[in-house]
C-alpha cells in the first residue's frame, strides 16, 4: 500500500517529459487520420459503388451517361414562323394609311425643307449607292408590275429613286417604301464626310428627303424612318403588304436573317423578294448564309443576277 502510494505520487523527471510530449503528438493525429478513414469507410453506401464480392452479386448501377449530339441541321422546324398578318389593305390606300399613322396625317415632305436646314443639305443629281441602278430593277419591275414597293434600306434613296424612275416610264402607279432609321453605321461619317451633323445628330434623314424632292419623286416615295424589325411587324399588323421586297440593310447574318423573315410575311402571293451583297467582299459576314437558310427553309431557289440575290414566289 505504502509503495503504490508512493508510485502515485512520484512526479516524472524533468528530463523525459519533451520526450513523452514529442511522441505523444504524432501519435494522436494518426489516431485522429484512422478515426476519420473509418467514419467514412462505415457511412459509404456499398450498393452504389462497392464492386461485386462474389460471382453471384448483381452487377454494380452506374447511372447513364448523358450523351449530346449536335443539332440536326436537316431539321428545320425551328427555323419556320408560322405568325399571320392582318388582312391586306387596298393598294391604294397605303400611302395615306402610313402618312395618318407615322406622321399624324401630314406628308414629310411638306414645307420641306426647314428653313435651320437649307443651306446644309446638299441638292445633287448623283446619289451615293450600292448597286443601286443595276439591271435587277427593271427586270423585277416589268416582271411584277408591282402597286407596292418595301425597300429595307435605303441609305440616301439611290435605288429607291431608280425604281420611281422606272415605274413611271411603264405607267405604273407605285408607292415605294423606304424602311431605314436614318442613322447609317459607326463610322461611317469617315466615309460621307459631307453629310451635316448636329449636336451628334446626323442628317441622312434630312439629305434623303431632299434627294426625293430634287428628282421629284415625292409623290411616289414615302419613308418609313424606324428600324427594319419594327416597321416590318407593324407593317405586317397593320395589313400593309408588298409586291416587291428588297432587302439591303444589315449585312450580318443575324440581321439580314431577321429581315428576310420579317419582309416575305408581307409578300403578297406571287410576289418576289430580293436583295443586294450575295456576291461581294463581305458576302460571308451573313447575307449568303442568311438567304440560302432562308430558301431552305421553305423549299425555294435562289436566283442570282449580278450581286443581287433573288427568290420567286410563283
Not at 457511412?43 to 454494380?60: D, E, G, I, R, V
Not at 451517361?65 to 443539332?71: D, E, F, S
Request: overall charge positive; proline content about 8%; hydrophobic content about 40%.
Amino acid at each position: 500500500m505504502k509503495t503504490e502510494q508512493h508510485h502515485a505520487n512520484r512526479r516524472l523527471s524533468p528530463s523525459l517529459q519533451p520526450k513523452i510530449i514529442k511522441t505523444a503528438k504524432p501519435a494522436a493525429y494518426f489516431i485522429l487520420l484512422l478515426l476519420t478513414y473509418s467514419c467514412g469507410y462505415l457511412s459509404h453506401n456499398p450498393a452504389s459503388t462497392s464492386l461485386p464480392l462474389s460471382p453471384s452479386s448483381p452487377p454494380p448501377q452506374f447511372p447513364e451517361p448523358v450523351i449530346r449530339l449536335p443539332i440536326n441541321t436537316t431539321e428545320l422546324n425551328p427555323f419556320r414562323i408560322t405568325t399571320h398578318c392582318a388582312d391586306p389593305i387596298p393598294p391604294e390606300t397605303v400611302r395615306q394609311t402610313l402618312v395618318d399613322r407615322l406622321y399624324n396625317g401630314t406628308s414629310p415632305f411638306d414645307n420641306f425643307p426647314p428653313p435651320h436646314a437649307v443651306e446644309k443639305l446638299r441638292r445633287t443629281k448623283r446619289v451615293k449607292g450600292w448597286g443601286s441602278t443595276g439591271a435587277v430593277f427593271e427586270s423585277l419591275i416589268r416582271r411584277v408590275q408591282p402597286r407596292t414597293v418595301v425597300e429595307v434600306g435605303t441609305f440616301l434613296g439611290a435605288s429607291a429613286i431608280h425604281m420611281a424612275e422606272l415605274t413611271r416610264q411603264l405607267g405604273l402607279q407605285t408607292q415605294i417604301l423606304c424602311v431605314d432609321d436614318f442613322r447609317g453605321w459607326a463610322g461611317f461619317k469617315e466615309r460621307f464626310m459631307d453629310i451635316p451633323i448636329l449636336n451628334g445628330d446626323v442628317w441622312l434623314f434630312y439629305q434623303f428627303l431632299q434627294n426625293v424632292v430634287t428628282f421629284n419623286k415625292t409623290g411616289s416615295i414615302l419613308p418609313v424612318p424606324f428600324s427594319s424589325g419594327s416597321t416590318l411587324m407593324l407593317l405586317c399588323e397593320w395589313g400593309v403588304y408588298a409586291d416587291l421586297v428588297e432587302i439591303d440593310a444589315g449585312h450580318d447574318f443575324l440581321s439580314a436573317w431577321a429581315d428576310i423573315n420579317r419582309g416575305f410575311r408581307i409578300l403578297r402571293p406571287g410576289g418576289v423578294i430580293f436583295g443586294h451583297d450575295y456576291f461581294t467582299a463581305a458576302d460571308n459576314r451573313g447575307v449568303r448564309r442568311a438567304v440560302d437558310l432562308f430558301a431552305k427553309v421553305h423549299n425555294l431557289k435562289v436566283n442570282i443576277d449580278g450581286q443581287h440575290w433573288v427568290i420567286y414566289t410563283s
